[in-house]
C-alpha cells in the first residue's frame, strides 16, 4: 500500500549574521552597506517589523523584494493610499458566498419552522441555530490577514504607511506587535508562520509612537557616490563603469539642488541605460551639454526642476525675479507634504476632501 503524498513543510530560509544577509541581497542585485545589513539582519533575527523612513527612490521598497527573493519567502504587498480601511487591508465578508448559502437553506428552515405555532417560538428557534455564515469559508482575506494565515514563511510589506489616516495605522498593531489578527465573529488568528515585517514611509507626516515604538527604525538616505555605481553597473551590466560614474554624478549634482523632486536610483539607472543607448544609436548631438540636458528627461520630471537645472548647471545665474532663486548650496528638502504635486488630493485639500546605506533601486521590468 502507498503512503499518501504530503507536500513538504516550506523550508524557513535564516541568515547568520549580517554579512551573510549582504551577500545574500547582493546575489539578487541589491546593494547594501554593512551597517544597513545588520539592521535587517536584527529585524529578521528578533522577528521585530522594520520602519524604514527616507525620501522617495532611496530603494525602500526594493529591500522587500529583494529580501523575500534572497530568502525564498513569498512577498505579500499592502499598498497604502489615503482611504484605505480594514476591508482593503485586514479581511471583508464574501456576502455573495453567504446569501447563496442562505438560499440553500431557505427550504430546509422553512420544513423547521412550520412546525412551530407561535412567531416567538419561531424567532427563539432561528436566534439559537448557527448557520456558518460567519467563518473562515465566507472570509475574503486582504494582505494583512493573508500573510498571516500563509503556510510559507513570508515578507509583509506595507508601503508607504505614511499615506494612511492614524485609525488604519491603529489596525496595524495588533499584527505588528502580536503576530495576530482579530476577527469578531470568528476569533483570533495567530500567524501560522511569523512574518518578516517591512514598513516604508516617505516622511510626508510624522507616523504615531505607538507604531514606532512596536519597530526597529532606520533612516535610509542617497548612497555614496561608489554604492550608486555599483547599483547601476549591477542592474544594468550593460553600462560602462566610466558611463555609470558621470550619470551618478550629474545625479548627486542636482539633489543639491532645491528640486520639487530629486533624482531617485530608479530614474539614475534609467538615464545610464539611455546614455548607452545615445552612444550605440549615434544620436547626432552638439555638445556634451546636449548629452547632458536629453539624460535631465530620464532623471527630473518636472518643467520647472528642468529649468533650474539647465540654468545651474550651464554656470548661469537666475535673475532676480526667477521663481526658482535660492542661495547657492543645499535646501532643505521639499516634501511632498509639504508642496504636493498637481494631483486629486492637492486640488480638493482645504475644501473639504482628504488631505504619500543600503541602497536597492527598481529591477527593470519590476519598478
Same mark, same amino acid.
Given at each position: 500500500?502507498?503512503?499518501?503524498?504530503?507536500?513538504?513543510?516550506?523550508? @524557513?530560509?535564516?541568515?547568520?549574521?549580517?554579512?551573510?544577509?549582504?551577500?545574500?541581497?547582493?546575489?539578487?542585485?541589491?546593494?547594501? @552597506?554593512?551597517?544597513?545589513?545588520?539592521?535587517?539582519?536584527?529585524? *529578521?533575527?528578533?522577528?521585530?517589523?522594520?520602519?524604514?523612513?527616507?525620501?522617495?527612490?532611496?530603494?525602500? *521598497?526594493?529591500?522587500?523584494?529583494?529580501?523575500?527573493?534572497?530568502?525564498?519567502?513569498?512577498?505579500?504587498?499592502? +499598498?497604502?493610499y489615503e482611504g484605505l480601511d480594514d476591508n482593503r487591508a485586514l479581511y471583508e465578508w464574501d456576502y455573495a458566498k453567504q446569501l447563496l448559502h442562505v438560499q440553500m437553506l431557505r427550504d430546509r428552515i422553512g420544513e423547521k419552522l412550520s412546525a412551530f405555532d407561535d412567531i416567538a417560538d419561531a424567532s427563539k428557534f432561528l436566534a439559537a441555530q448557527d448557520f456558518g455564515l460567519y467563518s473562515e469559508h465566507f472570509l475574503s482575506v486582504r494582505p494583512l490577514l493573508e500573510a498571516i494565515l500563509s503556510p510559507e514563511p513570508v515578507v509583509l510589506l506595507v508601503d508607504e504607511v505614511d499615506r494612511t489616516e492614524e485609525s488604519m495605522e491603529a489596525l496595524l498593531l495588533e499584527v505588528l506587535a502580536e503576530g495576530q489578527i482579530t476577527i469578531p465573529e470568528v476569533g483570533t488568528f495567530a500567524a501560522r508562520s511569523a512574518p518578516w515585517v517591512i514598513l516604508t514611509?516617505? @516622511?510626508?507626516?510624522? &507616523?504615531?509612537?505607538? &507604531?514606532?515604538?512596536?519597530?526597529?527604525?532606520?533612516?535610509?538616505?542617497?548612497? =555614496?557616490? +561608489?554604492?550608486?555605481? @555599483?547599483?547601476? =553597473?549591477?542592474?544594468?551590466p550593460e553600462v560602462e563603469d566610466a558611463v555609470a560614474a558621470d550619470v551618478v554624478d550629474l545625479a548627486r549634482t542636482l539633489r543639491e539642488l532645491p528640486l520639487r523632486k530629486s533624482p531617485s536610483i530608479a530614474e539614475v539607472i534609467d538615464a545610464a541605460r539611455a546614455a548607452v543607448v545615445l552612444k550605440s544609436t549615434g544620436v547626432a548631438v552638439s555638445s556634451q551639454s546636449a548629452v547632458r540636458d536629453i539624460l535631465l528627461t530620464a532623471l527630473l520630471k518636472y518643467t520647472s526642476d528642468v529649468e533650474l537645472a539647465r540654468t545651474r548647471l550651464s554656470g548661469e545665474q537666475p535673475l532676480p525675479s526667477d521663481e526658482h532663486s535660492a542661495p547657492a548650496g543645499p535646501a532643505e528638502r521639499v516634501t511632498v507634504a509639504s508642496r504636493p504635486a498637481n494631483t486629486t488630493t492637492a486640488v480638493f485639500r482645504g475644501h473639504g476632501g482628504r488631505d504619500r546605506g543600503g541602497i536597492g533601486a527598481g529591477r527593470q521590468g519590476r519598478r
Open positions: 500500500m502507498t503512503a499518501p503524498h504530503t507536500a513538504p513543510e516550506p523550508e @524557513d530560509v535564516r541568515f547568520a549574521d549580517g554579512a551573510e544577509l549582504k551577500e545574500a541581497l547582493r546575489e539578487v542585485d541589491y546593494i547594501a @552597506d554593512d551597517e544597513f545589513a545588520v539592521v535587517v539582519h536584527l529585524a *529578521t533575527a528578533l522577528e521585530r517589523p522594520l520602519l524604514l523612513e527616507g525620501p522617495a527612490g532611496v530603494g525602500k *521598497t526594493e529591500l522587500a523584494k529583494s529580501l523575500a527573493d534572497a530568502s525564498g519567502r513569498k512577498l505579500v504587498r499592502l +499598498q497604502c514611509s516617505n @516622511d510626508t507626516r510624522e &507616523l504615531s509612537p505607538a &507604531l514606532k515604538r512596536r519597530c526597529l527604525h532606520y533612516h535610509l538616505g542617497y548612497p =555614496t557616490s +561608489q554604492r550608486e555605481r @555599483d547599483i547601476v =553597473t549591477a542592474r544594468a
